[in-house]
Structures are given as C-alpha cells and as structure tokens.
C-alpha cells in the first residue's frame, strides 16, 4: 500500500483426551495374543489458548466513567473521532487527529481499528523529539495514519503484522487480554507499548489504547 492511497481511503485459540486402543474380546488364541500385544496408548494435544475477551478489557478500562459521556455505551453510539473525544485520557491523541485535519475523515470511514495513545504516552515524549514532529504537517499526518489499521480487528485477531494506513506495519504480540508492542515500534524506543485498555467498540471502529506513542515509518 503506498502512503498516498492509504491516506485518502481513511479520509477513504481441548486438551485431546487420552483414548486407550483396546480390542474386541474373545475366547480365541489368536485374539489373546492380539490383545497381549496390543499396548493402550494415548494422544494428547497442547493446551488450547483460553477464548478471546467478548466485551472491554484492561486496567486502563477502569478510568471510563459507567455511564454517560465516555462511558463503553455511550463510545458504542458514536463514531471514532466524535467517541474517543469523550474520553479524558486520549485529549492528546484528539489534539495530534484535529491538527492533522482528520477527525472527519476517522469519523466518516467504516470498519477501521484505531490504536490510541494515552495522554500519559504522549508526555513521556521529550519535546524536543514530540514538539517538531507535531509542527510538521506529513510528519504530523503519518503519525496519527500510524496508528489507524483498517477493518476492525477483534482481540482474537490483534496479534499478528497488520499494515497501518500510512503505509507502514505494527507487529502485535500476545493473547487472551496481554497484548503488546514491541519498544523498537515506539517512538521512546525504551519500553514495548501495552494495550491498557481494548476492544472499546465505537460505530465504525475498534479502540485499542496504549500506553506508549507508536513511531510510523522513516
């Protein structure tokens, strides 16, 4: 996928039970000997990986208010841009969407999966590595395409190499509800991103946030 396209369509897991062989019986010799050399044995698998969350999930879920304006309910009924702008703790991922001009864009495209840093991943920036990223329109643009996967992705469907909408690639390691990014993916480069909180479905997207900021592509 090459960065202009891809920006313009944004704005376009038993355990096998053991079964011991065993044979007919019978009275006959031949059927003794067949038995006698007939050893049970067994087959066994790995242990299945435990099923996907179905609803949110994450420590960072916690800070979302039960209900009213940024509540999962109220997320649900909104689009992505409109949703996530509701919810304190993503401000300077709103701040990076409305300076690049794409907050329509991300509101109006279906079927989209949003990785959102938290303000906290912002902060932990130096200025002097955030501050001419954010003043530097393509720079600014890539950044927040970055973060945006299209088509929704399930948690069972996270892990794995997923191509973003500025053209470049995440990596997503884990399962169940530990899902990371690894530290050279950042745009600290010191420590893998974690997913605080997930699968916060809005109207036409699927909400992942993250404690670190993701770095797009050179």
Known sequence: MTRTPTRRALFAAATVLALPLAGCGSDGPADDVAAASSAPTATSAAQPAPPAPTGHFGPGCAALPPEGPGSPAALAAAPAATAMSTVPGLTRTMDTVHAAALAASLDA?????????????????????????????????????????????????????????????????????????????????????????????????????LDQVLTPPA
């Open 109 to 209: 495209t279906q079927d989209l999966t949003v990785l959102a840093p938290v303000n906290e991943a912002f902060a932990a920036v130096p200025p002097a590595t955030l501050d001419p990223l954010l003043a530097d329109t393509p720079r600014l643009t890539a950044l927040v395409t970055h973060h945006v996967i299209a088509g929704r992705l399930e948690p069972g469907e996270l892990a794995g190499t997923h191509t973003t909408l500025d053209g470049g690639q995440v990596t997503v390691d884990g399962t169940d509800e530990v899902f990371t990014i690894s530290a050279d993916q950042t745009l600290l480069g010191a420590a893998d991103a974690t997913v605080i909180c997930g699968n916060l479905p809005t109207l036409n997207a699927t909400v992942y946030v």
